[in-house]
């Protein structure tokens, strides 16, 4: 019975996030934003292949950018070789308050992993598209501690 309770709360934590609207999604949803984003880009270039996170971004911004551009725009961190996959374990912690621009109607967050011995440090920005959040800005940085 609890297998089936868990498999079926871990289905809505996979859908919830879909719905975007002019509100902040609550701190659960935006870290599975947060996760599901960097883990995405995590993945490409360890890969080198960016098909899937175009296909996550933004109607507006796939439809202005190609899986090839987005390869060349990351060189920098297929290069380094570097594995952000440790955030899926981490919690992230917010820099200031997540919030909607209603100037660009994106959804921002802004944060960090306290990863070691260099700090994850993000800034994310979603856009509702096809009526759900899906990213438009990925702005991720690791900067050395100490």
């Known amino acids: 019975m609890r297998l089936h309770l868990a498999a079926l709360m871990g289905g809505l934590l996979m859908i919830a996030p879909a719905q975007a609207d002019d509100k902040v999604p609550n701190a659960a ?12 880009f995590n993945d490409a270039n360890l890969t080198g292949n960016y098909t899937v996170l175009h296909a996550k971004l933004a109607k507006a911004f796939r439809d202005k950018i190609t899986p090839e551009q987005l390869k ?46 260099s700090r ?11 009526g759900k959040w899906k990213p438009a800005l990925i702005d991720v940085r690791i900067k050395p501690q100490g």
């Open 120 to 130: 994850l440090t993000y800034e994310l920005h979603y856009l509702p598209s096809e």
């Open 29 to 40: 949803l935006q870290e599975i934003l947060i996760k599901t984003t960097i883990l995405t």
């Open 72 to 117: 060349k725009e990351f060189k920098v961190f297929a290069d380094l070789g570097a594995d952000m996959g440790l955030v899926a374990s981490m919690s992230p912690v917010a820099s200031s308050e997540a919030k909607i621009n209603a100037a660009r109607g994106s959804l921002e967050l802004r944060g960090y992993f306290a990863t070691q011995p």
